[in-house]
């Protein structure tokens, strides 16, 4: 594939050397027929001399006339007498017998005779039996092969002209009709075109920007699409998660209200009140993670020491959390964020552990793991999605955030966050950041 402007250069050298190079050899040819016909006349000349009756000069004029050859020849006597009639010694013993053509004898009356006769006439001395003189032979015109040599050269440059045309229309107008037409097509929400084929870089350049921003619409439309159903999930789900709350909630306050509720309804309208309070605080700081402008500011961190810190945030209550650690791994990040992932995972896991969780830092990589039931094998692919509890979850008192602002946090600093079973049982979430 060549630059449209390198095409346009071959076309240009193309329409000055076809047209040269063919009036060039139309010229040799012309050339070359011209000669032929002068000397086909002269051959016809010298068989009318030999055939010619000395005794008949203006027949033999005639005759060399019609050929188109003009002559000025003079009867010679013959080395051998006994050759000729006696009516054509006759003509040898009167005095310099001689013929002279009309054409030329005309001639001989110009005031330009002898440049006439070296720029148009080809001469050829001729010694017969009984004659001899000069032959002149008209030169055919030099505008016939002028003619010849420009008609031909116009008609290779017509040629040149007509290819050029149908490549231009080929490689350059074609696409780019079709390009026009793919653009329209975008315009009016299609966004599948057509792939254009040419030869000229510059519109092979046009056609693959042109897909790559009809295929970079269709992603940000299925972007948008994929946000706009996730958006009404999360208004669903967070209608859900408030009614049933706020519904308990109400009812309890109403019997306390009302002087008909017994002492679990306090009990019950604390315990609701703060299931109302974890679950707006998880949203307001899952916003915060998904919506914030500015990205998180970097600065070297200990990741050993921040799961320590993590650890010692969280409520075990009843059970245990393990931390095993091989000592300091530095990393690049924001202590802040990186401790709320570790609370989040290790949060989720005291939800669903029987006896204990491990926290395990080992160089980059971190994994939670606990010695619960495992996720439900329906619900690995969602566990990291908004507002999504399986139904092992549903009763553990989770908003289903934690582990969507881990998956935010981690993803903002360029790492990967993984949830998996133990082949013992159990989960294990692992978190890879990048070293």
């Not at 139309?26 to 006349?41: S, Y």
Request: proline letters at 4%; hydrophobic letters at 45%.
């Amino acid at each position: 594939m060549r630059s449209l402007r390198v095409w346009l250069s071959l076309g240009l050298a193309a329409a000055i050397v076809a047209p040269a190079a063919a009036g060039l050899g139309a010229w040799v040819l012309a050339g070359g027929w011209q000669t032929a016909r002068e000397d086909d006349r002269l051959a016809q000349a010298i068989g009318v001399l030999g055939a010619a009756d000395l005794a008949r000069w203006d027949v033999l004029a005639d005759q060399l006339t019609r050929v188109g050859v003009e002559a000025d020849l003079t009867a010679a006597k013959p080395k051998d007498a006994k050759a000729v009639t006696e009516a054509q010694l006759k003509v040898f013993r009167s005095p310099a017998p001689r013929l002279l053509t009309p054409g030329l004898e005309a001639m001989q009356q110009s005031a330009d005779f002898k440049r006439t006769m070296l720029d148009d006439y080809r001469t050829q001395s001729v010694v017969g039996p009984g004659i001899e003189g000069t032959l002149f032979v008209a030169r055919d015109s030099a505008a016939v092969r002028w003619g010849i040599a420009l008609g031909c050269g116009a008609l290779a440059l017509a040629l040149v002209l007509a290819l050029a045309v149908g490549l231009l229309q080929r490689w350059v107008l074609g696409p780019l009709a079709r390009l026009a037409d793919g653009a329209e097509r975008i315009a009016g929400g299609e966004l599948a075109i057509e792939p254009v084929t040419t030869r000229a870089r510059e519109v092979a350049q046009v056609g693959d920007a042109m897909s790559g921003m009809a295929a970079a619409l269709e992603r940000a439309l299925g972007t948008a699409t994929a946000a706009e159903r996730e958006r009404r999930f999360l208004l669903t789900a967070i209608a859900h998660d408030l009614r049933t709350p706020l519904f308990t909630l109400r009812g309890s306050l109403e019997a306390i209200e009302r002087g008909i509720g017994d002492e679990q309804s306090l009990a019950r309208a604390q315990d609701k009140a703060a299931h109302l309070d974890r679950l707006v605080g998880a949203l307001f700081a899952f916003s915060r993670v998904e919506y914030a402008s500015d990205a998180h500011a970097g600065e070297p961190v200990d990741l050993s020491a921040i799961a320590r810190r993590a650890a010692e945030t969280v409520e075990p209550g009843s059970l245990r959390v393990d931390l095993v650690t091989d000592g300091p791994v530095p990393l690049e990040g924001d202590p802040v964020a990186l401790q709320r992932v570790l609370t989040n995972l290790l949060d989720n896991a005291l939800r669903h552990a029987r006896t204990r969780v491990e926290l395990r830092v080992t160089g980059p990589c971190v994994e939670v793991s606990d010695d619960g039931p495992g996720f439900a094998a329906e619900d690995l692919p969602h566990v990291f999605d908004p507002l999504y509890r399986g139904d092992k979850a549903r009763g553990t008192g989770g908003a289903g955030l934690g582990l969507a602002i881990a998956r935010r946090l981690v993803q903002a600093h360029g790492g990967e966050v993984v949830a998996t079973n133990r082949p013992e049982g159990g989960a294990r979430v692992t978190v890879t950041f990048a070293s």
